[in-house]
């Protein structure tokens, strides 16, 4: 004990020259066996003491004034009648506990039970008086020697991490278990710092994990985070901070003030909130730290706020009256709460004799009925309250103290004695030769050590009210979570909705359940909205702002060919080859196939004249095969003639082979077609040519060359000429033929459907061999083009293969520059504008003659120039 002493002065000495003063001086002692209990403090006497620490107070006032005279004694004010239910709860456990027969039989349980009016420095004082086992009161006579009867060796307590973390520094090298019911900072779990330390409520850090789901949950991507300077918020709002990173949600904010706040603190706090777009606000404070800061939101009228609540004020009905509409549809987990039979009756229980008798029960009952006992024990009285009656009663009240439908922390206390019940009984029960200890050594229920109650305590397990309770390594319960929605109450008070539940032990993805139906948002029907930026909608990407989180970007519609199918795509996907985003750019769709189809305008137009050509020289053969007697047709070669007009005709019908679905087939039929019919052509024009020459030539004395280009020889040169181009398309095919290809290099949304032609030599030797042939025609038109006679058409060839050319050479830049379908329309434009080249220029003429002017029809008409000649 002497140690013990030694220590508690030590520590002591360590205070501010405020605590040393409530602690030390005065008549304030923690060694003295001399005096009476403090009248703040509530005891009853048993065979084990129970220490309680609880913040039956919320403020503490202290008077540094002056350092010329002795100061007063620091005051606890504001009577807390939640934290004096959490009081009783522990009595009515403990007298429960003693009238049991099963657990802890002829072993009477006492407590001692101490304020720590919410301050570190006075939950401090208090416990080193429930660990001593020593009155408070001063006396000259200062002994330490001996343990005082009262010691507790185990405390239940305090209300706040940050206070238990000071006690249990203070009481941890004597291993005295302390077990909080509402101490939740995870940084306690940590055994190497805290090895005594056990609680009946959850840490902070599956308290986190739910808010962050929660959040998750509604879509809430930007987020302010307000709380005390204190170990509780510090450690939560990190863990709140890593494990909303995790999930993609931001923190908007993280705003901490001092437990001794100044009015330029509030002011800004406040004006964080109020610049900041952040809709939604995780409140990890205490109810009575968060009343300032909802004055001053309240004084700048900023109602427009979804509080996320913590457990330390998610059930606060002191909150209500005050802040109802900033409150109203506030949402967070709850400790998990219970119905505790008999609870009711045993707070209802006190009478006005209790408050004469108590301190205690004297404030409380002066808070409730706003009234003043006179000569009651109550260190607080106010003087413009009116006096008690003497007829008031606890049962007729409708008042937090009595108000057992909420009972949360209140069951916390109720479990942390159970577990000390549970772990004595197992003491109890435990038979020496087969105990933990060394030499398999029990503990004593008569002398119950510290560390040995510990040890049992760790290892309790047992079933209370239905709920299962056990502990792991570190001290700590199974998470289990209520989430409570605040109504408002068809007479006005607070209701707590249980809209969903939280339970760590159902694995990860079925430890949050939500009943949306049943949530009341706060000014709204619908979720409210608290995002940096609104979400990217499919087809558009995410693109992230410099310098800003995550959760701040613009939204970049994706590019051409791209999609995005979900909703806050990072990337967009590139769509298959034969495939091209709709509109939205949320779906790949095939991409329309174009060709030059017979249902086209240009398709139907190229198809009309193609066949109106066709006719025409159709016609054109039938006025020939009319008047093929005549001098005009016989003059002109009229074999060839009708040859010509049948390649020329075959030549407006290969158009047709160039419209429609291109396939391999009819690719390899277009080209061919059109090279052959072309070299029919212009061979028979060539031999109308080499006639005109040679038939010159034949004119002259002497000259027999006719006998050598009769008709057969005609023929025949013309179907040699042909075969070359045969024979090159025949190369052509055998080699590397035309064939179908999908071009999408022209128009990305279309697939332009069309002919490659396979071997781009042989295409250019048929057409090169055409025009080797058009060039050999037109140089031998051009020298006949002065001969004599009319019925000399040199000029005319000469003319057409002049059109001949000029289409031609046209051709090739309009083709190569030309895309899509209208590649294909080009060319068939090319040798439909040929073709009509070559039939009006030969043709036109004579059928002018042999219709309109049959007077020159005649051969004296037709050898009329040569007569003038001669003379």
């Known amino acids: 004990m002497a140690h013990l002493c030694a220590y508690l002065i030590l520590v002591l000495l360590t205070l501010s020259l405020n605590e040393l003063h409530s602690i030390g001086t005065d008549q304030y002692s923690t060694c003295t066996l001399q005096g009476k209990f403090d009248t703040a403090s509530l005891f009853e006497d048993g065979d ?92 000259n006579n200062y002994s330490c020697a001996g343990v005082g009867r009262l010691a507790s060796p185990v405390i239940i307590g305090d209300a706040g991490s940050a206070r238990s973390a000071a006690v249990l520094r203070a009481i941890g090298v004597f291993r005295v278990p302390l077990v909080s019911y509402f101490s939740s900072c995870s940084c306690l779990s940590d055994k190497s710092e ?13 308290q986190i994990k739910a808010i962050v789901k929660l959040v998750k949950h509604f879509k809430w991507n ?31 904010y993280t705003k901490l003030y001092n437990r001794e706040f100044t009015e330029e603190d509030i002011l800004e706090v406040v004006d964080v909130i109020k610049r900041s777009s952040a809709k939604v606000i995780l409140g990890f404070v205490g109810e009575g730290e968060l009343i300032p800061i909802l004055n001053e939101l309240k004084r700048q009228n900023i109602t427009d706020i979804q509080w996320i609540t913590s457990e330390a004020w998610s059930t606060a009905t002191a909150l209500w009256t005050e802040y109802q509409d900033m409150l109203i549809g506030s949402i967070g987990f709850a400790i998990r709460k219970a119905e505790i039979p008999g609870l009711k009756e045993f707070l209802a229980r006190l009478r006005v004799q209790d408050a004469y008798n108590f301190p205690l029960t004297a404030e409380l009952w002066e808070e409730i009925f706003d009234c003043n006992l006179n000569g009651s024990l109550n260190i607080h009285p106010l003087s413009s309250r009116n006096p008690c009656t003497g007829f008031e009663s606890l049962e007729k009240v409708n008042d937090t103290y009595v108000d057992v439908s909420q009972l949360r922390v209140t069951y916390n206390v109720y479990k942390a004695v159970y577990l000390i019940a549970h772990a004595l009984h197992s003491i109890g ?89 049943l949530i009341l948002w706060h000014g709204r029907q619908q979720v409210p909205k608290s995002v940096c930026s609104e979400s990217c909608s499919p087809g558009s990407r995410k693109a992230p702002r410099k310098g800003e989180p995550a959760c701040c970007f613009d939204c970049i519609p994706c590019a051409d060919g791209e999609i995005s199918n979900q909703t806050d795509s990072i990337n967009c996907i590139t769509c298959a080859v034969e495939d091209w985003p709709n509109e939205s750019r949320d779906r790949c769709l095939p991409k329309n196939v174009e060709f030059l189809s017979y249902l086209d305008v240009m398709g139907i137009t190229l198809t009309v004249v193609s066949i109106f050509g066709a006719c025409v020289t159709t016609a054109i053969a039938g006025v020939f095969l009319v008047f093929r007697n005549t001098p005009i047709v016989r003059a002109n070669n009229m074999e060839l003639s009708f040859l010509l007009l049948l390649f020329l005709a075959l030549c407006f019908l290969c158009a047709l082979a160039f419209i429609g679905e291109p396939t391999n087939g009819s690719c ?85 459907l069309e002919c490659a032609v396979g071997s781009v030599l042989g295409f250019w030797c048929v ?8 060039c050999m025609c037109f140089v031998m038109a051009f020298l006949a083009r002065k001969l004599p006679d009319n019925f000399n058409e040199a000029k005319f060839i000469t003319f057409s293969m002049l059109i001949f050319f000029a289409v031609w050479i046209t051709f090739i830049p309009a083709y190569v520059s030309t895309p899509g379908k209208y590649t294909v329309a080009v060319e068939v434009f090319a040798i439909l504008a040929s073709a009509f080249g070559l039939l009006l220029c030969i043709f036109a003429p004579k059928c002018y003659i042999i219709l309109l002017k049959p007077e020159k029809n005649t051969k004296k008409h037709l050898m009329g120039r040569g007569n003038q000649n001669t003379k």
């Open 48 to 139: 084990i003491v129970l220490g309680g620490l609880f913040p039956i107070h919320f403020r503490v006032i202290s008077d540094f004034s002056s350092f010329e005279t002795e100061p007063k004694p620091s005051t606890c004010t504001d009577f807390s009648r939640r934290a004096f239910r959490w009081v009783q709860g522990m009595i009515f456990a403990i007298k429960e506990i003693n009238k049991r027969q099963d657990l802890l039989p002829n072993i009477t349980l006492g407590y001692r039970i101490m304020d720590s009016c919410d301050h570190t420095a006075t939950a401090l004082k208090s416990t080193l008086i429930l660990v001593n086992g020593q009155d408070e009161v001063a006396s």
């Open 194 to 206: 805290f090895p005594t330390f056990m609680r009946t409520i959850p840490s902070d850090n599956f």
């Open 222 to 252: 930007w987020v302010g985070s307000i709380g005390t300077n204190t170990d509780y918020a510090r450690f939560a709002l990190q863990l709140f901070a890593e494990e909303a990173s995790r999930l993609n949600v931001c923190l908007a």
């Open 429 to 517: 029960s435990c038979v020496n030769g087969n105990g933990p200890f060394p030499n398999k050594m029990c503990g004593d229920l008569q002398n119950v050590v510290p560390w040995q109650l510990l040890h049992y305590m760790k290892g309790v397990s047992f079933t209370i009210l239905g709920e299962e309770v056990s502990f792991d390594e570190n001290g700590d319960p199974i998470a289990s979570y209520d989430l409570v929605n605040w109504h408002a109450g068809s007479d006005g008070s607070v209701q707590f909705v249980k809209v969903g539940h939280y339970d760590a032990s159902l694995g990860n993805e079925n430890e949050l359940v939500i009943d949306d139906s």
């Open 668 to 752: 390899m039929t277009r080209h061919t077609v059109f090279g052959i019919s072309f070299a029919l052509c212009i061979s028979c024009i060539l031999g109308k040519t080499v006639v005109v020459l040679i038939a010159f030539r034949a004119t002259l004395p002497g000259s027999n060359v006719m006998k050598w280009f009769g008709p057969i020889q005609q023929r025949a040169s013309v179907f040699v000429c042909t075969a070359v181009q045969i024979v090159i398309c025949i190369i052509w095919l055998t080699t590397s033929p035309p064939y179908t290809v999908q071009n999408t290099r022209y128009q990305s949304g279309k697939i332009i």
């Open 767 to 774: 057409l090169g061999y055409i025009g080797f042939l058009a």
